[in-house]
């Protein structure tokens, strides 16, 4: 029998991002931190890039509908940590989301994100067993989450 309890699946919330290039280079990034699945999460009617698993949501959706959406397929799978990674300004190196990943493994929190960086901005690492406060207290932002449940913040290195 295997140890899945570190297994990890990826939320990309590119709802608001039409650059499908850019797009598959954060899907990419993800899978080469371990990420499997990766779920991207797009607007309708914009190109998706090839084999990716894709949710749609209305354009202009909220990014707490957006991460709504990405959670819930999910579901079904054996990941224990979900990786979120909204795509702003900021790139991810692969190597940045392997740091991020290895610290949650080793160092379990509800929440793991980058030292000093905005939890709705950048990439954090939820547990499964928040996952249910991230779909309902993330109208709030992952910030209540993280003040709800706790954050592991791991020092940024590039």
Do not use: Y
């Amino acid at each position: 029998m295997t140890d899945d309890s570190g297994s990890l699946a990826a939320v990309i919330l590119a709802h608001v991002v039409a650059e499908p290039a850019r797009v598959q280079a954060m899907a990419d990034a993800a899978r080469e931190a371990g990420s499997q699945p990766v779920v991207v999460v797009l607007a309708r009617g914009v190109d998706s890039p090839a084999d990716l698993r894709i949710t749609r949501v209305s354009s202009g959706a909220s990014t707490i509908s957006a991460l709504r959406a990405g959670m819930a397929l999910l579901t079904n799978t054996t990941a224990h940590l979900a990786l979120i990674l909204p795509l702003g300004e900021d790139a991810w190196t692969s190597a940045q989301l392997l740091a991020l990943a290895d610290t949650a493994r080793r160092e379990p929190a509800a929440v793991t994100a980058f030292e000093g960086a905005d939890l709705d901005r950048s990439p954090v690492i939820v547990s499964r067993d928040a996952w249910l406060d991230v779909v309902t207290l993330g109208e709030q932002g992952l910030g209540a989450v993280a003040n709800k449940r706790g954050v592991n913040r791991v020092r940024l290195k590039v």
